[in-house]
């Protein structure tokens, strides 16, 4: 399994970014996504996930919901992670993963993407 985070950069206050995660070794479909984000001496936390289906069930961390949006593209085993008006709190490395359908952990990783917004 490997997951591949790109996208992440410099942005000021109120721009926007797109993150993609490309996914391979396993069949994509049978795995709902995430993007979690980690700031500097802060825990890791959850942004979005979304089921397994291209068009599929959506979950938001209350910090993002109406400025970020997660969608994926079984068909280029990809998942994205549009994030607008973004905020200087939004600051951390943000990693992709999978999880298994049936199963209650997200056990692959990817290696992260910087994504710094300047005040």
């Known amino acids: 399994v490997q997951l591949q985070a790109s996208g992440g950069g410099l942005v000021q206050a109120g721009g926007s970014l797109r993150l993609s995660c490309a996914a391979s070794?396993?069949?994509?479909?049978?795995?709902?996504m995430g993007w979690f984000r980690q700031a500097p001496g802060k825990e890791r936390e959850v942004v979005a996930t979304i089921s397994r289906w291209s068009g599929g069930s959506t979950v938001y961390a209350d910090s993002v919901k109406g400025r970020f949006t997660i969608s994926r593209d079984n068909a280029k085993n990809t998942v994205y992670l549009q994030m607008n008006s973004l905020k200087p709190e939004d600051t951390a490395v943000y990693y992709c993963a999978a999880r298994l359908v049936g199963t209650n952990d997200y056990r692959n990783w990817g290696q992260g993407t910087q994504v710094t917004v300047s005040s």
């Open positions: 070794g396993f069949t994509f479909s049978s795995y709902a």
